[in-house]
C-alpha cells in the first residue's frame, strides 16, 4: 500500500525561495517521484487545483500567497548511465542541487560542467532557463530529460530538438509553462574534455597564475573563486542571480549607442547581432549600489538585484521598473527580467 499523499497547508515558502521573499502556499506537496503526480492528478480535489511547480526557487520573485497547489520537486538520485568513447551520460534527479551535482561528476573522475559551478538551484530548474556562465550553457552539455504532463500524468522523454533551448529560455518557459513537471535531467559530458577558457574573467585567471593548461578542477576552483568575488551568496543575501537578460540588438543600434557611449561593454554574435551586457547598462545609469525601499541593486555587480532584509517582491519589483525605465530613457533599449515574476 502506497503511504497517502502528504498534503501541506499554510506552508512558508520564505525558506524556500533564494531572494528570500515572504509568501505562504495553501497547499505543498513534496514530489519524490513521478507516481506521486499522477496521484495527485488522480485525487478527486486536488487533481482540479490549479499546480505551481517550485524547483530550487533560485529563479522566481515571489510577490503573492499561493493560492495554487504547490509541488515542489523533490526527485533525487545520481548515476552514470552510460560510458561511451564519445561522452560520458549521467542522470541526476530534478531535485538534486545543480551544484552539487556539478561537484560529484568532477568527483567521479568526469570533466564537462566546470564553468557552470555556483549556479544556484536545482537540476530540473537547469534546463527551464537554459543555465549558462563562463562561456557554457546547459544546452551544451543536455543529452534528454524526463517529465511528466500535468494533464495526462504520462511521464515524457524530451530530447535537445524538443527542449527548444535558447538563450536562458526553453519550451518550459513558453508553451509548456506550467505544464509540466521535470523530474530527471540527463548530461552528456563529451571525451576527450576539451577546456572552455575564452571567457575574459577566466582568460585573466590563466594569465595571473601562469596556468596555460588548466585541467577541469582548476576551472571548477577559478569559476567558484570568480563567482565568489562579484556574485552575492543567496544563503547570506536574498538574490536570484542575474535579474534581466543581456539585450540583443541590430548592428546599427549598437553602433548607434557606441557613437553615444563608446565605451559600453557589447560582444558581437555570430548572426550579425549584438548581445549588450546589462550590468553595464545599469550601471551606467547610477543604479550600483541603489536601494528602493528594502530591494537594492548589489554593490558589485548592477545585474543582480538583493534583497537587503525584509524585502516584499513588490518592492523587488518596483525597484526592476524603476531599473527598466531609466535604461529605456537613456539607451532605448528594454531589459526583460530573467526570473518569472508570480
Ligand atoms: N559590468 C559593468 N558593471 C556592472 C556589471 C557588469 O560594467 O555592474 C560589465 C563587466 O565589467 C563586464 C560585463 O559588464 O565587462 C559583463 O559582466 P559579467 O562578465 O559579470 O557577466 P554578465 O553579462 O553580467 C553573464 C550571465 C551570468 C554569468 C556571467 C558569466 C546573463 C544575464 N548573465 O553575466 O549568469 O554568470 O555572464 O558567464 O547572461 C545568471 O544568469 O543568473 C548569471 C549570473
Not at 286 to 300: F, H, Q, S
Request: hydrophobic fraction near 40%; glycine fraction near 10%; proline fraction near 6%.
Amino acid at each position: 500500500m502506497p503511504t497517502p499523499l502528504a498534503v501541506e497547508r499554510g506552508v512558508n515558502l520564505r525558506p524556500y525561495n533564494s531572494f528570500g521573499l515572504p509568501a505562504v502556499a495553501q497547499q505543498l506537496v513534496r514530489v519524490k517521484a513521478d507516481a506521486d503526480i499522477r496521484r495527485v492528478l488522480g485525487d478527486p480535489q486536488l487533481g482540479r487545483a490549479p499546480k505551481f511547480v517550485l524547483g530550487g526557487g533560485s529563479n522566481v520573485v515571489l510577490t503573492r500567497d499561493l493560492d495554487t497547489l504547490v509541488l515542489k520537486v523533490e526527485v533525487m538520485g545520481r548515476r552514470v548511465v552510460q560510458e561511451r568513447d564519445d561522452a560520458v551520460i549521467v542522470e541526476f534527479g530534478a531535485g538534486e542541487t545543480w551544484h552539487d551535482a556539478v561537484a560529484w561528476t568532477l568527483d567521479q573522475g568526469f570533466a564537462g560542467l566546470e564553468n557552470m559551478a555556483l549556479i544556484p538551484g536545482t537540476v530540473g530548474a537547469a534546463p527551464v532557463q537554459n543555465i549558462g556562465a563562463y562561456g557554457l550553457e546547459l544546452k551544451d552539455r543536455f543529452e534528454s530529460l524526463d517529465a511528466v504532463d500535468l494533464v495526462t500524468g504520462r511521464s515524457v522523454h524530451f530530447d535537445a530538438g524538443m527542449c527548444h533551448f535558447a538563450y536562458r529560455d526553453s519550451v518550459f518557459k513558453r508553451e509548456l509553462a506550467g505544464k509540466s513537471v521535470i523530474t530527471r535531467v540527463r548530461l552528456k559530458l563529451p571525451r576527450p574534455w576539451t577546456p572552455v577558457v575564452g571567457y575574459l574573467d577566466l582568460e585573466r585567471k590563466m594569465h595571473e597564475s601562469g596556468i596555460t593548461s588548466p585541467d577541469a578542477r582548476q576551472i571548477f576552483d577559478w569559476v567558484c573563486a570568480i563567482r565568489r568575488s562579484k556574485l552575492p551568496d543567496p544563503a547570506l543575501i536574498g538574490n536570484a542571480g542575474s535579474f534581466f537578460k543581456n539585450p540583443v540588438v541590430s548592428e546599427e543600434q549598437c553602433r548607434d549607442i557606441i557613437g553615444r557611449d563608446p565605451e559600453i561593454v557589447h560582444y558581437p554574435l555570430p548572426d550579425g547581432t549584438v548581445k549588450l551586457a546589462a550590468g553595464w547598462l545599469i550601471d551606467a545609469c547610477g543604479w550600483k549600489g541603489k536601494t528602493i525601499g528594502r530591494a537594492g541593486v548589489y554593490e558589485k555587480q548592477a545585474l543582480v538585484l538583493v534583497n537587503r532584509g525584509g524585502a516584499s517582491g513588490a518592492e523587488v519589483v518596483t525597484l526592476a521598473r524603476a531599473i527598466q525605465e531609466s535604461v529605456y530613457g537613456r539607451f532605448g533599449i528594454r531589459l526583460e527580467p530573467e526570473p518569472v515574476v508570480v
